[in-house]
């Protein structure tokens, strides 16, 4: 089988017969490269993610909203066929690898400021690592695939199928040009012994008392149910 894309490995790929969207070529005068999964069937057909897909209007939106112009922005995928969402999480590995050359050159082509990697499957192409919990976690990070500043952050169709993502695609964006907060180590003591517990909030609430404006108490109670309470 003839490559869809030069040093893709379409013959291996569990993608191969699915629909193809041509990525664009890449501009080395634009700042920051937006990096999500594979293409929907809407984004195969009529390209341009940013403009034709739900998830590409809102990413647009976000960094509208964190300051970052539109004009500043461009995107590309880390595979270039339809269908991501049926495969399996081995298969979605291999077309991953399979297309990971192309995506790698378009990177090396774009040579952005920021890299942004949205979802599970543009962390796993880059990163080498899929998990974006773990990873979203802090400031940028420099990567050897990117050789420039990347955060991981959700995908914005997880932000449309769970409001509760949105806030964190907002803030991780926001990472591309807001410097981080500082990180103040906290004050804190663990008690294993009940009586010392007893103990210790008894002698937090005594100074609560003489204060007119008392510290806070952080209260972590671990009991032998599935959740703290």
Known sequence: ???KIEGAHCDECPLRSNAFCTPKAMRSDI?????????????AYKGDFLTTTDAGKLTLSVATFNGID????QY???VCCAGMADLSARDKKKAIACCNGPLFDRIDDADPVG???????????????????ALRVGPARTLAATET??????????CIALERNFQFFVTDVGKLVNDPPPFELPNYNVITDKYDALIA???????????SAPQPLVLDIEVAMEKDI
């Open 1 to 3: 089988m003839v490559s």
């Open 31 to 43: 700042p920051y490269l937006f990096i999500g999964g594979g293409p929907s069937i809407t984004e």
């Open 70 to 73: 539109r004009d500043h922005i």
């Open 76 to 78: 590309t995928s880390s």
């Open 115 to 133: 890299v942004v990697l949205m979802g599970a499957d543009a962390a796993q192409a880059v990163a080498g690592d899929s998990r974006v919990t």
């Open 149 to 158: 500043p990347t955060i991981v952050t959700v995908s914005p169709w997880a």
């Open 201 to 211: 909030v008894g002698a937090w609430l005594k100074d609560a008392r003489n204060q």
